[in-house]
Every structure is written in C-alpha cells, then in structure tokens.
C-alpha cells in the first residue's frame, strides 16, 4: 500500500508548527482565534495520527491472517495428503425429488487410494468417476451416520487379506469425512491370539490324540483357511511316517499309511526340518486331480511343522489348503508353538494313560474283588473302603470315611475286636474274626475278618487292612438248618408218636373184637402215615432237586382233571371247607401229573392250614393265548409284603406261620416253585395281609 499520501499532511503541519510567529503584536481577538485554529489543527493532527495507526495494525492483521491461512491451508494439505489415515471428503447427491441417489467423492487423499485403490483426487469442477451407489461400501454408512447425528466407527474386511477401520463423520448438510484405518495386522495379530486361545483351551480338554488334531483343525479352519490337518508320527530311522491322526474339511485323500520321508521331500528340506524349522510346500498351476507334490497330495498348499526333541524329529504338524496360500510369519511361529503344545499334551496323556492304567488296575483288584477291602488307622478310623465294601453295609465309600470301628461294629462283639486289634498291633501277626455289623437300614450282617498289620518306614505298625467277607447267607443257612433239624424231628416225631399210640390201640381193640373201632383207628393211623410220607417224600424231593436229580416224564394232559383230582381229594380231608373249582374250556399242557398234584396239593394245603373253618377256597383255571393260569384262593391271615418275598426261599417260614403255631417245615413252596420252573413256567402270590392270599403258577399250553 502506498502511504505518502498520508505522511504528506502530517508533515505540512508539522512546518506550520516551526513557522516564527510575525504577528506577536497584534490584537488580542486575533491571537485568540490564532490560538484556537492551533488547538483545532492540533487536535486534528492528533486524531490523524491515532486513525494512521489503527490502518496500519489493520493492515498489519491482515497481512499476517493471510499469511497464517496460507501456512494453515499448506499444514492441512501436508497433513491430509501425508497421514497414513485414508482420509475422503463426500457428498451425498439428491434428486429433484431430495431421494440420495450417488455418493460424490470431493477429495480424497494419496493414502485412502492406496488403501482402497479408488481414482485419484478430482479436478476442480470434474466428477471423480465412481461405483454406482449400492457399490459403494461407504454409502450405508454415512446413510447411517447422518440418520443418527452422530459420528461411528466400523470395522469392515475390504477383502480376505485387508480388514479396515472406518470412523464416519458428518461435516456439514449432506457432507461427510470418513477416515480409513488399515488394521489387517492387528486383525491377524487378534485373530492369531485367539486361536491359539481356543487351541489351548481345546488341547485341556482333549483326551486323545484325535481330539488333539480335531481341535487345532477346527480352529484352524476357522482363523487361517485350512482345508486339512494331520499329526504324523516319525520312526527312530527318521524316515518312516506314520499317520497317526487326521483331521480334513474336504473329500481329498491325504497322504496316508506309511509313508517315506526322503521321498515326500528333498535333502535340503529334510535338514531344514532336522533343525526345527518349518517347511512350507507350494504346487501352483496344478489342477486339483493332478498331484505333483508326492508330500501334497492333491492339496496345494502345505506347511510342515516339526517337533524336535533330543535332536530328533518325532511328530510333525501339517496343515493344507486346497488353494494356495500365502503364510505369514507370525502365523508359522504360532503353529510351531501349537505344535509344541500338542506334543506336550500328547506326552501327559500317555503319562496320565499309563497312571490310570496301574491305577484302573489296583482298583479292578480292590473293587472287583467279591469281599469287602478297607483300611484302618491305629485308632480304628476308616481311611480307605472298596465299593463292595460300602455295599455290604448300605452306605457309599464317602460316608463310611466318615466312620471309625466302634460306628460299625454290633456293640457285642466290641471287646473281641478290639482285643483281637490289639494283639495284632503288639505282636505284628494278622488276626481273623467273625463277628456282626451294622448297616445303614440297622440291621446286622455276619462277616468273618482278616486283619492284617501296616507299617511305616520304620518298621512301626500305622493301622490295619481289613479283607471282610460276608458270612450273612452261610450263617443264615446253618441256622436254618438247625431250626429245620428241629422242625422235621418234631414233624416226624408227631405222626409216628401218632402211628405208634394207633397201632396200640388197635393191637388191644383187635384183642376185643371191635371192628367198626378197629376200621376207625386205622383210618386215623393211615392218614398219620400218609402225613409221614408225604414229609419224607418232600424232604427226598428237595434233596434230588439240590443234587440236580430231579427229573420230568411230561406227557399231553388236561389239567382240569389233575386240579379236579386234587379237589376232591382235599375235600374228603377238609370237610369244614367249601370248595370251588372254575374250569377252563381247554386246558392242555405238557406235564408230569405226579409233581404238578404235589403242587396243586400244596398250595391246596396251605390254604387250608391259614384260613378259618367254614371259609372258601376258590380254585381258578385261566386260559390266555399261550398259557394255562392257575389260582388258588382262600379267605385266611393273609401274607405280609416282606414275607411275600421269600416266601418260595428254602427253609422260609413266614411270621405269620410262626404266629399262628402252625407246623410247616419251609420247603412245600420252595418245592412247588422248582417244579413249576422245570414245567418252563412261573410262580407267585398276591395277597394283603388278613384279607387272604392267592397262589398262582402258569405253564405254557398246547394251541
């Protein structure tokens, strides 16, 4: 700017000012207007100057904000066209009718087309050439952004090796920035820490080798594109494979069997693999049924990973693809450290599977074992039970921890076991005892113990291991025994005492010539014998039955007839009884007559013996499509549930029986039951206790 033209005035009054003063004499009136005109020129001078300055600062200003703007804009430019940001300012454009129907490019930068491989940035007043709308992977999202009134970020894969960051912003009306970020590395470097993630967590779980390769084939498919995976075993000669586990996505075969190494691979790569350093193997421009690679297959694609110890190679991890593939660093030394991992995993399993053999076998010894096996402490608490043990007395083998030997033991038998416990402990030798114990439910059980001391490494007795075996069943069968010496001498001892007293009196009523007395006593004697071989004969039954010499003569009968037979008889024996008999229409079988009357007259019997005088018993034949049923029914005492299920044991005699003092040696039933089972049928009872019982058996019939 020219500024002479200011200074010019400035200094005109500046010469005014030094001009000498010619007119001092004068009047007043004219110095006074002198005077006056001085102060107005120097007012003016003075406001001249002040409004000078403010030009010039204002000049000053401006110049600089020029300046600034033109350093700002260079900044800007710098910046936008050097970050490593992609970085696009757009528009979204609009129709008449205000519909978006294209999104404009404005400017973009050299990183978003390096990025993006978009068009350079455009010509002032040019379009950029440019995707139709719904090509455009930018569109959706400033739609998005300018619905919301809000900035957002995406994250967006360009393609299978380019993951990008998008942050969109609205500008300005229907202007957007967006800013591209390139984080295809941080993705590999993600996606490679969790599959190593999940592979670690998998190989925790896995309990094979397969599971092993079936986990890292899984997750490899998932992360890295993997078409196949194998676990390869390498033999002592360091040339023999083996293919120990394989894991594939597709139908192609993998190399398989035993393969030869020094012919999948050269000698270069053989050292390569030697050294722990993994082999990558490429067949490209192959077509997929044209396998040139030997270690290929018909795969393209292979990495293989060696495991490496003692300077051996002993498995080898490889992986492949059906296409080719480009294998970054990070992800080879990330499935060399997998395949560490599995080998270490592999190691602990057979170490574990070698442990939990021995184990599996002590416990096979001690719970397979058909007595009782515990161990004992000094003091008697249990540290230690097999299951068949805990079985014996009800419990499980945590609960019975929880006990010592005075908890188990039946207090009678308190002092010889532990007077037993002591010896052993003073003199070091086992010891054996039979005494009782108690179950949970609280009852007892006999067992016989066989003691045997422990002892620390110094010699020094620390507890007992106990072998119990339950003696329950034996005691109970010499007890029954001894009750069925008892009851049988007594069963025999009442008819012959019958017998012997009868055959008195008809020794002195023959002397007197009585013969109606005579014929009665007779009968009376015979029943009494009858009664007395009918003992005997169930006694030899059961005695051939045990010896498995009891034999059938079956022939084609009508068991009507046998049950009618029966019937009668029992009637002519029980008088004071009223009997019913409901036939069947057609009531063949195949059968011995002689035995199924003993069990019709059994079970016939003991409705008679538990029922009262003048009651019915009720006889039902039933015919069904491939069986004869047979029920025998009375109105008497009635069985109890728990009795119910013994009732056809050996020598069982139920409560009720013991009760009511009828006579019964416990082997009719158990008699009728082996029977009915040789005549390939079944037997059983229904009954509630005090409203009667019924007995039934069913053999097959003949259609």
């Not at 207090?411 to 108690?438: C, H, I, N, W, Y």
Request: charged fraction near 25%.
């Amino acid at each position: 700017m020219n500024l002479k033209f200011i200074a010019s005035p400035l200094k005109t009054i500046r010469m005014m000012d030094n001009k000498p003063d010619e007119n001092k004499n004068e009047a007043t009136w004219g110095d006074l207007k002198d005077r006056w005109r001085l102060k107005e020129l120097q007012k003016a001078n003075q406001e001249f100057k002040e409004a000078r300055l403010a030009a010039l600062n204002l000049m000053e200003d401006a110049i600089l904000s020029e300046q600034a703007l033109r350093q700002s804009e260079a900044r800007y430019r710098f910046l936008f066209d050097n970050i490593d940001q992609g970085v696009q300012i757009c528009e979204l454009v609009r129709n008449k009718a205000q519909a978006v129907t294209d999104l404009q490019p404005i400017h973009v930068n050299p990183a978003w087309i390096n990025i993006t491989g978009a068009n350079q940035e455009p010509v002032k007043n040019q379009k950029v050439k440019k995707l139709p709308v719904r090509d455009q992977p930018w569109f959706r999202y400033c739609e998005q952004v300018k619905e919301n009134g809000s900035p957002a970020r995406f994250e967006t894969r360009m393609n299978e090796d380019r993951w990008l960051d998008v942050f969109v912003t609205q500008m300005e009306g229907d202007r957007f920035m967006i800013l591209l970020t390139d984080i295809t590395e941080r993705k590999r470097h993600d996606g490679n820490q969790s599959f190593l993630a999940y592979c670690s967590v998998a190989l925790l779980k896995a309990g094979s080798l397969k599971e092993i390769v079936d986990a890292i084939g899984e997750n490899a498919r998932t992360y890295l594109g993997v078409n196949a995976c194998t676990f390869l075993k390498v033999e002592e000669d360091q040339d023999t494979l083996q293919l120990v586990a394989g894991w594939e996505e597709v139908s192609q075969p993998l190399p398989a069997g035993i393969l030869q190494l020094s012919a999948l691979v050269s000698q270069s790569n053989l050292v390569q693999l030697s050294q722990a350093i993994p082999l990558i193997l490429q067949q490209e421009d192959t077509e997929p049924t044209i396998p040139k690679e030997p270690a290929l297959g018909l795969m393209r694609t292979a990495l293989y990973v060696p495991v490496v110890r003692d300077q051996q190679i002993r498995y080898m991890l490889c992986v492949y693809h059906t296409s080719p593939y480009h294998w970054f660093n990070d992800q080879v030394s990330l499935l060399s450290e997998l395949a560490g991992r599995a080998w270490n995993k592999l190691a602990h399993l057979e170490a574990e599977e070698k442990l939990k053999a021995s184990e599996e076998n002590y416990k096979a010894i001690v719970n397979q074992s058909v007595s009782g096996i515990f161990k004992l402490s000094l003091d008697g608490q249990i540290l230690f039970t097999n299951n068949y043990f805990a079985r014996m007395l009800g419990y499980t083998a945590e609960e019975l921890l929880q006990f010592t030997v005075k908890d188990i033991v039946h207090p009678d038998d308190l002092d010889k076991t532990f007077a037993g416990f002591k010896g052993m402990v003073e003199s070091g030798q086992p010891f054996e005892v039979d005494k009782r114990l108690k179950r949970k439910d609280r009852s007892v059980i006999w067992v016989t113990n066989y003691a045997a001391p422990l002892f620390d490494s110094l010699k020094q007795p620390i507890g007992a291991l106990v072998v119990s075996v339950d003696i329950s069943r034996q005691k109970a069968v010499e007890q029954q025994k001894d009750e069925f010496i008892s009851i049988a001498s007594h069963e025999l001892k009442t008819p012959l005492t019958s017998v012997k007293a009868y055959g008195q009196l008809v020794q002195q009523t023959s002397k007197e010539g009585n013969a109606e007395e005579l014929a009665d006593m007779i009968g009376r004697m015979n029943l009494h014998i009858d009664r007395l071989v009918n003992l005997v004969g169930t006694i030899l039954d059961t005695t051939k039955l045990e010896r498995q010499e009891y034999s059938l003569h079956l022939e084609k009968m009508d068991i009507n007839e046998l049950i009618s037979e029966k019937v009668k008889e029992n009637q002519l024996a029980a008088p004071h009884f009223r009997f019913v008999f409901n036939r069947c229409e057609m009531a063949w079988i195949y059968g011995d007559k002689t035995p199924l009357g003993q069990v019709l007259n059994n079970l016939i019997s003991y409705a008679v013996k538990y029922s009262p005088h003048g009651s019915t018993i009720t006889i039902d034949c039933d015919q069904s499509e491939d069986c004869i049923k047979v029920c025998v029914t009375d109105e008497g005492i009635g069985i109890s549930e728990k009795d119910q299920e013994k009732i056809f044991d050996k020598y069982y005699r139920s409560a009720g029986l013991l009760e009511s003092g009828r006579s019964g040696i416990g082997l009719g039933l158990y008699l009728c039951g082996e029977i009915i089972r040789r005549h390939n049928g079944a037997i059983g009872v229904s009954s509630i206790l005090g409203s009667g019982t019924t007995f039934y058996f069913t053999i097959p019939s003949i259609n």
